[in-house]
Structure formats: structure tokens, C-alpha cells
């Protein structure tokens, strides 16, 4: 079983319309989509879901309000200041803001036809909304280190783990995908890229499909690195830009480290043909190998608005990733 991985130095360089691309043009092979912080291969090849899972990462604190004493250790002793006072929380409240305490029923702000905080502070104590008495974290400042869980004197504070997205295996027209989707301001996407990598893997093993696409992050973080460990390939993309070419070095310097075999396009090639050039001379001082290059080509934004993959389209591009497919080799 093979595994390509599509990355890109940065953003918006086509990396998943590639992908979406290959995943037409392969035999059936299963698909993962890793960009799990911006994950945008669903608009293009509209999976059918057939199974959900939770995915649970990190810490977060929280405090039993019934059991709190105010005595303020986890204030003093919170270095993310994610600890509120109460009288923080009533400031928050008064200033119309969905409180711990506030069910966001925006009675207040139906009600109030000036909108001001005093109005919708007296409205608050007319109708008997009860004033914060205890401390409280504010979920997403706090970063799950549990310092004060272990200083709380009254162990007041709960500390389960943190629901931070969710991942999904569905079916697509060209093969099975495992795909995610982390939460608002949730961590860990380099732990959630893993996990959807394996799922992928298993079903290929499962069933027998002898080759992985993966899309993965942009960049070189920590995302990137869990999703190109142990690929057969990498195709990194890039596009004719000064900011192109200065993240292309880092990918292919990534991929040297890891020792993992890496090829380049470059999309939009005929925007600039003089850096095209000046990147591909730098690709093969790099060691690494050309797969060709793809010309810009306004098809491909009209194939995404059609939720089509490019190759499904008659556009003039499509030979050139038709030959980029076959440089592969895969
Ligand atoms: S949660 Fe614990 S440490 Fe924090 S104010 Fe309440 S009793 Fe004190
Ligand atoms: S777990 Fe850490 S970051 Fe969160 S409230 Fe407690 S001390 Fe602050």
C-alpha cells in the first residue's frame, strides 16, 4: 500500500483541488483529508457520512460553583489568567455577554431598545438573575495545565478531558474518505491529523485499496509533520511568488530531515515564468524531483463552485495535472 501526501509551504496554492484531482484519477483509493484546521475537501467531493466519533484531547478546567469558597488560589496561581472572579463575571454579564451564568435567551437585548449596560444590569436584577458568587474558568482561555486543580483546597474543580472536534468516515464517488474537523480554538490538530491518517490506513488495509491520498496542512508545524511520517511520497505545491518560493525551501528542507521522498508542481506557473524557473532550479539543488507544472486556469474555481474535482471538467488545465498524476508514478 502506497501513501501520497499533497502539502503545500502555504495556503491557497491549490493543494486540495489537486488532491480532489488524483483522488478522481486513482483506483479507488481511500482518501484523508489532514488539513484538520481548515478542512475543505468535503466541498469538492461531497461525502456521504456513515460513522461519527468524538474526539477528546486535552484538559479542561472547571468549577463545581456549589463547592467554591471564593478563597481565590486558582486565581493567584492561573498563569493563562483564565480564572474568573465574580466580579469579573457580573461585569461580563452586565456588559451584555453570554456569561457562564447566561443562558443566551437575548431577552436583554430584544428588550432593551437602548442597548445599555445599566439598563440591562437593572433588568438582570428585576428579574432576579442571581449575581456570580464563585470563581469560574473561562473555557477558552484555559490551556488544560491543571495547576489549579492540584492547588484548589477544596477540590473544587473537575478536569475532564476536553472535546475538541470530531472526525467522520464517509463514502465519495471516488472511494472512502476519513475526514475532521476540530473544534473553535480547539489544540491538538497534529494528534487528530494522526488519528485520521490510521483510520485511513485500516480501511485501506481492510480493504484492500492499495493507495492512500492524503491533503494535508499547509505549513511546517507540527500538523504537517504528523501527516507525512512514513509516506511513500510527498508532492509539495507551490506557486510562482517570492513568498512561494521561500516556503517551498522549508517543506523540502522538512522533508529532508524526515528522509521522506518529495516532488514539486508549481501551479499557476504562467504568472511568472522566471521565478517558475528560478524555483525548479532550486527544486533539483534540493534533490528533489519536478512533476510538472499546471497553468493558471480560472476553470478550476468554477470546478469548486460546481463541487466537481477539476479532471471532471473539460478545462484546459486538466492535462496539466493529468501529466503531474502520471509523473507520480504511483
Ligand atoms: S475553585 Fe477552589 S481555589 Fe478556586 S476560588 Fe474556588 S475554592 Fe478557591
Ligand atoms: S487548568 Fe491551568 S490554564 Fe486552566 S484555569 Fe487551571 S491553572 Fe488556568
Not at 442597548?115 to 470563581?135: D, K, S, Y
Amino acid at each position: 500500500m502506497k501513501e501520497l501526501v499533497v502539502i503545500s509551504g502555504k495556503g491557497g496554492t491549490g493543494k486540495t483541488s489537486l488532491a480532489a484531482s488524483f483522488a478522481v484519477l486513482a483506483d479507488r483509493p481511500v482518501i484523508a483529508d489532514c488539513d484538520v484546521d481548515a478542512a475543505d475537501l468535503h466541498l469538492v467531493l461531497s461525502p456521504r457520512i456513515k460513522e461519527r466519533h468524538e474526539f477528546r484531547s486535552g484538559h479542561e478546567a472547571v468549577i463545581r460553583q456549589d463547592d467554591c469558597t471564593s478563597c481565590g488560589t486558582c486565581l493567584a496561581h492561573c498563569r493563562f489568567g483564565a480564572v474568573l472572579t465574580p466580579a469579573v463575571q457580573d461585569e461580563w454579564l452586565m456588559s451584555g455577554g453570554t456569561g457562564l451564568n447566561c443562558s443566551d435567551c437575548a431577552y436583554c437585548e430584544r428588550s432593551c431598545g437602548s442597548r445599555t449596560n445599566a439598563i440591562i444590569g437593572e433588568m438582570r436584577t428585576a428579574l432576579g438573575e442571581p449575581r456570580p458568587a464563585a470563581f469560574a474558568v473561562d473555557p477558552i482561555a484555559c490551556e488544560g495545565c491543571g495547576v489549579c486543580v492540584r492547588f484548589c483546597p477544596e477540590q473544587a474543580i473537575d478536569f475532564s478531558e476536553r472535546l475538541s472536534g470530531e472526525w467522520m468516515v464517509s463514502e465519495t464517488r471516488c472511494g472512502p474518505m476519513v475526514h475532521a474537523r476540530l473544534g473553535v480554538a480547539a489544540e491538538n490538530s497534529g494528534k487528530l491529523v494522526s488519528l485520521v491518517r490510521r483510520e485511513a490506513r485500516r480501511i485501506a488495509e481492510a480493504g484492500d485499496h492499495p493507495l492512500i491520498i492524503v491533503d494535508g496542512p499547509p505549513g511546517i508545524g507540527c500538523p504537517v509533520i504528523a501527516s507525512v511520517t512514513g509516506a511513500t511520497l510527498v508532492l509539495a505545491v507551490t506557486e510562482p511568488t517570492v513568498s512561494g518560493e521561500h516556503d517551498l525551501e522549508r517543506v523540502l528542507s522538512l522533508t529532508r530531515h524526515f528522509n521522506i521522498p518529495a516532488v514539486v508542481c508549481v501551479n499557476k506557473w504562467d504568472l511568472n515564468a522566471e521565478m517558475t524557473e528560478r524555483i525548479e532550479d532550486k527544486t533539483r539543488k534540493a534533490g528533489a524531483r519536478i512533476a510538472g507544472r499546471i497553468r493558471y486556469d480560472r476553470a478550476v474555481t468554477l470546478a469548486q463552485i460546481r463541487e466537481r474535482a477539476v479532471v471532471e471538467t473539460e478545462a484546459p488545465c486538466v492535462e496539466d495535472i493529468q501529466h503531474v498524476w502520471n509523473e507520480l508514478g504511483l
